[in-house]
């Protein structure tokens, strides 16, 4: 449903399931789900959400340039 409504193609399924895990992310930490994980995880729970951001910016810049 949100690829239909986006309408981008494959990006916006990108961007959606991007938001999936933004939020599914947000509400792990609300939760306090991450509290007794080793410092190490943290950093790379924190990669993979700061990589997951920079891919829907240049998924989105992407898609501002064929407009």
Do not use: D, P
């Not at 449903?1 to 609300?30: P, Q, R, T």
């Not at 991450?34 to 993979?48: H, L, P, R």
């Amino acid at each position: 449903m949100g690829e239909s409504k986006l309408g981008n193609g494959a990006s916006s399924w990108i961007l959606h399931m991007a938001f999936i895990i933004l939020v599914a992310n947000a509400w792990g930490f609300a939760l306090r789900e991450w509290k007794g994980v080793s410092k190490k995880t943290g950093y790379i729970i924190i990669a993979g959400i700061a990589a997951i951001i920079l891919s829907v910016v240049i998924v989105g810049y992407g898609n501002s340039l064929s407009n």
